[in-house]
């Protein structure tokens, strides 16, 4: 069954660095665009950042310029290395896949950015 599983989060002070990664199984990876999203408290799910099978991305303006979203189709990995982090960036993660026209979602990763 296909399966989508974060880490790397945790806590880290302003205008620090923290890498999230998210390890899928149970279908031909590469094959699949994925996708990083965030939600807060009593707000929607937003996307954050999103890589294509063929590499191609795309970053929500928020994050534009800080965040990076990379795959490991070797290792089955999709990446989002988070630099210059705010205290408004604060949020559970998911990653995120289509497949069959079906959503897939990780069971996310909390990052609390503050002093």
């Known amino acids: 069954q296909v399966q989508l599983v974060e880490s790397g989060g945790g806590l880290v002070q302003p205008g620090g660095s923290l890498r999230l990664s998210c390890a899928g199984s149970g279908f031909t990876f590469s094959n699949y665009g994925m996708s990083w999203h965030r939600q807060a408290p009593g707000k929607q799910r937003e996307l954050v950042a999103a890589?294509?099978?063929?590499?191609?991305?795309n970053y929500a303006d928020s994050v534009k310029g800080r965040f990076t979203i990379s795959r490991d189709n070797a290792k089955n990995t999709v990446y989002l290395q988070m630099n210059s982090l705010k205290p408004e960036d604060t949020d559970v993660y998911y990653c995120?896949?289509?497949?069959?026209?079906?959503?897939?979602w990780g069971q996310g990763t909390q990052v609390t950015v503050s002093s």
């Open positions: 890589i294509a099978n063929t590499g191609s991305t």
């Open positions: 995120r896949t289509l497949i069959g026209r079906r959503w897939y």
